[in-house]
């Protein structure tokens, strides 16, 4: 993916964070999601709790990994 790519996946992230509706994502067979150090179902934890996202970072990096970081938190 080009970085332009990934930063719009961080955008539908957070929008699907936001609206508690993280199932419609495309995700891989086998995604393994964590919170916290611990694995989770897409959905739970902070999925499920979010009454916004805020601000956010969005950090990709020269490999191409996707970072979403809040400066705040």
Not at 13 to 37: C, K
């Amino acid at each position: 993916m080009t970085r332009e790519e990934l930063e719009e996946q961080a955008e539908r992230y957070l929008g699907a964070l936001a609206g508690h509706d993280l199932a419609s994502l495309p995700a891989a067979p086998g995604l393994r999601f964590t919170e916290n150090g611990r694995e989770l179902q897409l959905g739970e934890g902070l999925g499920a709790a979010a009454a916004g996202v805020g601000y956010w970072q969005v950090v990709v990096d020269r490999e191409g990994l996707l970072w979403l970081t809040n400066p705040a938190a």
